[in-house]
């Protein structure tokens, strides 16, 4: 009898589900709602999903795959589960940020959407910068209208006036898949600012870059808040993915808002950091504000509201963790591992004896003013420094880098406290975040956690069955504490203002 209840009380487990749509995969997860913690997580396809490219520049996607993608995904955790229809209770969704779908009446893609790394629409957006000036681009949308989605959309309107003429609505690519599950088109606070389309000033529609690129104002979807019921399954998609119809959409956001989220990154003073081949931090800032040299980028975060500002501030620097790869290729002893590498770097002291390294070696780094300037070796002494001083110098040039970054958000008014991040590439680390604690000052916190896992608790807050997001992420585990050493602080400044004195003028 006992073992029928069991058995019983897991058949009828209720579950969250969570996507991610990334351009290599979409991953999918379930997360029981009484526990808070993970069921299971799939992804697919399980090879990197391909990029359309037919020029150079270019990176292209097709909608359609993202939700067999999806489909795919999805199945796999039900089988793993063993989870019904009916123990879904709501879905949140995250995904790749700035990308551009087109759709028609009929709710379909017009062409392939234009994603986040294709460059095309540069020259329209800088063109906007110069002609609607820095003040009133910054000032509204708190960035240059760049490489963003209204300008991709500038491009489609110029070079392909056939699918321009024909468009109904533009959505991210998070807004599709929530529309291939409900049959509505929707978009959020959120998706808009990331597109360039939402004026912070006004808090509505950023009509005046509209109307310069000539959009008419009728492509934007309805607005949608990004926590609350946005849509629910139709019965089409429900017989497609085996899923009930009704189930609601109560949650999405872009992928960096959304990682902040996982790492329940919410409030003014936290940030949530990546450092693989290139190193991110998004930060909270709790009051309207921009870089006057637009070396990052500003956004609204997921709890954003114009009475209660939240703005996610986003550094990225192209070069961080590459250079710790190209040097266990080719500075470090043949055939020594990560693990190794840092044993063998901690052998030297903070500030690697005067050797400073700057990681910029991979492409123009926006915070730099988008110069690339490259990596580069600074006060090499043939009669003291080793590979040890080397291997140490790359991993504080790269805490360094992000530092900087960090010290940009500073000036816009963010007081960083706490840096959170998954324990994984360069916070595998032991120098890496003991540098990155010692020269911001913030504790870091690591956590185990991604976006298919966030967005999934995500939906409980926006179904409501969590209080707030400190119930919601609860069971998020920290498997790791640094705190700043005290003591070393003088030894990590000092090593800091001599690598920022080998940077460009």
Partial sequence: MHHENQNRDYMHKQYLLGFDVGSSSVKASLVETESGQQAASAFFPEKEAPIIAHKAGWAEQEPESWWQYARMALAKVMSTTGAAADDIVAIGISYQMHGLVCVDRDLRALRPAIIWCDSRAVPYGQRAFAELGSEQCLSHLLNSPGNFTAAKLAWVSENEPEVFNNIYKVMLPGDYLAMRLSGSVGTTVGGLSEGMFWDFKDNKVADFLLDYFGIPSSFIPDVLPTFGTQCTVCKAAAEELGLRAGIPVTYRAGDQPNNALSLDVFEPGEAATTAGTSGVVYGVLGQVGYDPQSRVNTFAHVNHTASDPRLGVLLCVNGTGILNSWMRRNAAP????????????????????????????????????????????????????????????????????????????????????????????????????????????????????????????????????????????????????????????????????????????
């Fill in 334 to 505: 043949t055939g020594i591992g990560y693990a190794e590498m840092n044993d063998l770097a901690a052998t030297a002291p903070i500030g690697a004896a005067g050797l400073s390294i700057l990681p910029f070696g991979n492409g123009a780094e926006r915070v730099l003013c988008d110069r690339e300037v490259g990596a580069s070796v600074h006060g090499l002494n043939f009669n003291i420094h080793s590979q040890a001083h080397m291997l140490r110098a790359a991993q504080e040039g790269i805490a360094f880098s992000l530092a900087y970054g960090i010290e940009v958000m500073r000036q816009m008014g963010l007081q960083l406290t706490t840096i959170r991040a998954g324990e994984a590439n360069m916070f595998l680390s032991p120098i890496f975040r003991q540098t990155l604690a010692g020269i911001t000052g913030a504790t870091i916190e690591l956590c185990d956690t991604d976006g298919s896992i966030g967005a999934a608790r995500a939906a409980g807050l926006g179904l409501g069955l969590y209080k707030d997001h400190r119930e919601a992420f609860a069971s998020l585990r920290r498997s790791r504490i640094i705190e700043p050493v005290l003591a070393d602080a003088p030894a990590y400044r000092e090593a800091y203002e001599r690598w920022t004195a080998y940077l460009p003028k």
